[in-house]
């Protein structure tokens, strides 16, 4: 099985703040690899897919990069609505999502 | 427009089943691959099984031999069937759409809620 490890667990930030979220892989997974936003009582939310596509109608301050086993999600000017968990998954071998980054209000 | 409407949830003793659905509008179910993903309350995202397109259906290692998958393709609905349900099955249950293989989850439903206790 493939596992995800995601870092940090936990960031504060502020509105306007440039913000970086690592996944890692336990094996190379190519560019399989999808980033979600959540937030709470809500269904995730397709944000990038393909390591760095970026899902219709999601806001280019969005970027996902990496490939083979590293990867980052980044934020690039934070804005109220991105305070939320966001998970990785890869879908390269069935499917297994990473343990989440809550982003919080610094 | 795309939607997935999962209901049947509910509490159920340890031990007990219950068949979750899942209706889904602005698509073909029986055209895409769909998966159950699950969420207990305040952790984190788990798969839980897929049916492909033509049919095939794997598990999770944590439901295998207690859960089964399938769709109705007259109704466009795909199900949950879960036996012996434990503790541990207490999640938020998401019906999620794939498309086909090596595609991302693009559309997810709204969730219901399964508390397994006694």
């Known amino acids: 099985d493939i596992q995800m490890t995601q870092s940090p667990s936990t960031l504060s930030a502020s509105v306007g703040d440039r913000v970086t979220i690592t996944c890692r892989a336990s094996?190379?997974?190519?560019?399989?690899l999808a980033w979600y936003q959540q937030k709470p009582g809500k269904a995730p939310k397709l944000l990038i897919y393909?390591?760095?596509s970026l899902e219709s109608g999601v806001p280019s301050r969005f970027s996902g990069s990496g490939s083979g086993t590293d990867f980052t999600l980044t934020i690039s000017s934070l804005q109220p609505d991105d305070f939320a968990t966001y998970y990785c998954?890869?879908?390269?071998?069935?499917?297994?999502f990473g343990q989440g980054t809550k982003v919080e209000i610094k | 427009e795309v939607q997935l409407v999962e209901s049947g949830g509910g509490l159920i003793q340890p031990g007990g089943s219950l068949r979750l659905s899942c209706a889904a509008s602005?698509?073909?179910?029986?055209?895409?691959?769909m998966s159950w993903v699950r969420q207990a309350p305040g952790k984190g995202l788990e798969w839980v099984s897929v049916?492909?397109?033509?049919?095939?259906?794997y598990y999770a290692d944590s439901v295998k031999g207690r859960f089964t998958i399938s769709r109705d393709n007259s109704k466009n609905t795909l199900y949950l069937q879960m036996n012996s349900l434990r503790a541990e099955d207490t999640a938020v249950y998401y019906c999620?759409?794939?498309?086909?293989?090596?595609?991302?989850?693009?559309?997810w439903g709204q969730g219901t809620l399964v508390t397994v206790s006694s």
């Open positions: 049916i492909y397109s033509g049919g095939s259906t």
């Open positions: 998954q890869q879908y390269n071998s069935y499917w297994t």
């Open positions: 393909k390591a760095s």
């Open positions: 094996q190379s997974i190519s560019s399989w």
């Open positions: 602005g698509f073909t179910v029986s055209s895409n691959y």
């Open positions: 999620a759409r794939q498309g086909q293989w090596l595609a991302p989850f693009d559309y």
